[in-house]
């Protein structure tokens, strides 16, 4: 009997998949950032390509939720937009966004939540000092290797201007996305000082 229990419980940490607190923190920060589109756009450049508060949001999940979460979040967030639900900046919606100049940017997002949210946790892991500057970096590095690479590819691709063109008008976003990584790390850091379980990936209890 004691071999039998101490059997059941070896196996129980084992226990791993998606269950109904990680749908629901899921659905949560999926809402939250189709609510931040709510704030205007601004649109800049001469393509149009508004600033929004999108970017916050998608740095938010990845930094909170991890990897797998926030990258779910930000793609149930996307899936909702390109069906048909006006969720996306300037209230629209439908798989006509994809032929717009900034659906490199949309379509980047989740895998952008997935680069953040990996280096996130692994910096949630390893340390408890430095954790703000740490954390930024891990949001900063999702925009860099993945955020901005595909806008400027959809942008090119949609707008039918060279690679160079489409770098250069990027370069407008850099600094307000700078402000808001900086904001979602403070921001995350808050919430793990509320929620210690947060940051050790314990969303279970």
Known sequence: MTNLQHGARATT?????????DLSLIAV???LIAALTLVPAIPV??????????????????????????SASVLLYLVVGLAGIPVFARFSGGLGVLAGPSAGYLLAFPFAALVAGALATLVLRRTTRWRFAL???SAMAGSILVTHPMG???????????????AAYDLLYWPGDVVKNLLAAAVAVTVFKAFPRL???????
């Not at 940490?13 to 607190?21: E, L, W």
């Not at 400027?152 to 489409?166: K, T």
């Not at 940051?199 to 209890?205: E, I, P, S, T």
């Open 135 to 137: 954390l930024f970096l």
């Open 29 to 31: 920060f999926a809402a």
């Open 45 to 70: 450049g001469a393509l149009g390509v508004p600033i929004t508060l999108q970017t916050l949001g998608v740095s938010l999940a990845a930094l909170i939720l991890g990897s797998l979460r926030g």
């Open 13 to 21: 940490p084992a226990r791993a998949g998606i269950g109904p607190r």
């Open 199 to 205: 940051a050790r990936r314990d969303f279970q209890r």
């Open 152 to 166: 400027i590819v959809g942008m090119s691709i949609n707008a039918q201007i060279p690679l160079s063109q489409a």
